[in-house]
Each structure stands twice: as structure tokens, then as C-alpha cells.
């Protein structure tokens, strides 16, 4: 999926974005979770449309969630259903920019974070799986599944 518009681009995080990165270096605290990375609410369409991806997001390679239409739903991490009930925005990002923060021993990718990483594909070496407005999206379709 293309975007267009003002979004930052993949290669090149936004300064408000930038400076995400440096809270996570820091101490990024799991009750508070991450503020927005472009400032700006993300459309829960294309993140739904991410997170079904088998594609861009690979979600459903680990979670389940309220999705009949998809076949072969993952069982390794938690359900997505009722997500945006128990995590707030903020957690949410948090997970999804770099879930290291919260367990070092996880196996979801870091979608944002791109230093200190290993064992990362050259195609993607210094580049984040998503893109700022892209975690955004995320982040507001997964705030949708209340029950």
C-alpha cells in the first residue's frame, strides 16, 4: 500500500518522530506508553487493512482476533480481540514500535524501531517494517476492538 500526502517517509523519520525514538531510548514506561509519532490520529481502515495484511503487517501470523473472514488466525501471542479495551494508545504504540521495551524475550518484530536490532533481512537493515503515519493507522483500528 502507497501512501500519499504529507506522511513521513519510510526512510526518514519525522523530528516528532525522531524524538519518539530518543524516549525509547530513555525510559519509556509500559503504563504510559508512547505518544503519537506524526502528531496527527491514524485511520483505523488502513490499519485494519495492515493488520489482515499477509503482507505489510503479518499480524494474524501470531494473533487471533474478531476476523471470521480470515482463515489460519496465529496462536503464539495474545488475541487481538477486545485489545483496544485493555491498552490504552499509548500502550498500544509502545507494543508496536518496539515490544523489546516491555519484554526482552518477545518474538514480535520491532515495526518502528530500527537500531540495535539483529538478525534483520539486508533488504530491511536501518529501515522500520512501518511507517510513522502506518503505526498510527495500527494504532487507531486496534483501539476499535473493544469486546
Known sequence: ?????????RRMPSVRAALILLL???AARAEEGLPSLTGESGDPDRGRAIVLSRQRGL???CHAGPFPEERFQGDLGPSLAGVGARLSE??????????RRLNPETIMPSYYRTEGLVRVGP???GRPILAAGEIEDVVAFLLTLRD
Open 1 to 9: 500500500m502507497r501512501r500519499t500526502g504529507s506522511a513521513p517517509s
Open 123 to 125: 533488504a530491511w537493515q
Open 59 to 61: 499480524c494474524l501470523l
Open 90 to 99: 499509548g500502550q498500544l504504540r509502545l507494543r508496536l514500535v518496539d515490544g
Open 24 to 26: 525509547l531510548a530513555g
